[in-house]
């Protein structure tokens, strides 16, 4: 079966500071990977994705992910983060037509 | 851009009433799915739709039916709400296309059963 970990509930870090969430799956098929964020009071939102190429992914914002198929990660950093970066983060897999969901990391970035 | 729209932001049931939750969708796309998400258990999946008068069981169905009778809208119903269903409910539709397959969500529908 297929299954995401996301080893950190939750991730306190000052403003400024670089932060890595982590994300860890279990396939026994090819999936692509995602990661989504979740504001407060909001649905989730696609922040960037893995389909195939590039092991190094990266969104308009400044976080960047990177593909490890030997460790089976996708460990999401962000070198200097904000104040509105706020947020819970999910990691994700697709497989076929399901996804699967970690279940996310709340970063919190403290001034 | 996909639009997913959830008609009800936040409901207050009390136990043992019937209650739906709409979701319409406008990018045309066959897959849709509710999920539930709750402190600590991230999302999971409830049922999900792959056409029109279609429904599969997810992780947890029980206490939950669907309707799909048009492509772009998919209600979940709680046909008698229990207090142990207090959460929040995500309505997403799944794309595909050059770029691959993407999820995308609707704004929730935070439910409190009383």
């Known amino acids: 079966a297929q299954s995401v970990t996301q080893l950190d509930s939750q991730v306190p870090v000052f403003e400024e500071a670089p932060v890595e969430l982590r994300c860890n799956y279990s396939?026994?098929?090819?999936?692509?990977l995602f990661w989504y964020v979740q504001y407060p009071n909001q649905g989730l939102q696609l922040l960037l994705k893995y389909l195939s190429g590039s092991t190094l992914v990266e969104s308009i914002n400044g976080f960047e992910a990177e593909f490890n198929k030997s460790q089976t990660s996708f460990h999401l950093r962000k070198p200097s983060v904000h104040i509105s970066d706020t947020a819970e983060y999910f990691c994700?897999?697709?497989?076929?037509?399901?996804?699967?969901f970690g279940p996310g990391t709340r970063l919190s970035v403290l001034p | 851009d996909v639009k997913v729209t959830q008609s009800s932001r936040y409901l207050v049931k009390r136990t043992g009433e019937k209650v739906f939750l709409e979701c319409v969708q406008d990018?045309?796309?066959?897959?849709m799915f509710w999920y539930r998400q709750d402190p600590g258990l991230g999302l999971r999946l409830i049922y999900f739709?792959?056409?029109?008068?279609?429904?599969e069981k997810g992780d947890i169905p029980e206490g939950y039916s669907v309707s799909r009778e048009k492509k772009e809208r998919f209600s979940l119903i709680l046909e008698s709400a229990s207090t142990n269903q207090t959460s929040m409910y995500l309505c997403a539709t799944v794309g595909a296309g050059p770029s691959g397959n993407t999820i995308y969500f609707g704004e929730g529908s935070w439910l409190t059963v009383v």
């Open positions: 994700a897999i697709f497989y076929g037509q399901n996804f699967v």
């Open positions: 396939s026994s098929v090819s999936v692509y």
């Open positions: 990018m045309d796309h066959e897959n």
């Open positions: 739709s792959y056409d029109v008068k279609m429904k």
